[in-house]
């Protein structure tokens, strides 16, 4: 990118230095070359924009899809340590109930 604009730049001077040229045609080719350059580097921070968007969202699909996954994993561990304490709970008024007795 630096070496079109450079290039481009490199251009504009020699159209203002060149003694062939009328005002007319210098300030003409000025306007081109810098509306190319405009263009060009408009154009290249658009799609680095771009790029970098769509990184973004595919960094967000990954992170939402492995904490989706996360969150699944949790439920399943929880509710198998819901199932143990309701059994353990059980096995204990269980207990109780047996030393009420005596």
């Known amino acids: 990118m630096q070496d079109e604009i450079t290039k481009h730049s490199k251009k504009i001077y020699d159209t203002v230095k060149s003694p062939r ?47 989706k996954e996360d969150l699944k994993a949790d439920i399943s561990n929880l509710e198998s340590a819901k199932n143990a304490l309701s059994k353990n709970v059980g096995n204990i008024e269980f207990l109780e109930s047996l030393t009420q007795k005596k």
């Open 21 to 67: 040229h009328s005002i007319g045609e210098k300030v003409k080719d000025i306007i081109i070359e810098i509306l190319i350059i405009v263009f060009a580097v408009t154009l290249s921070i658009w799609l680095h924009g771009w790029s970098e968007t769509k990184d973004h969202e595919h960094e967000a699909r990954e992170f939402l899809t492995d904490l």
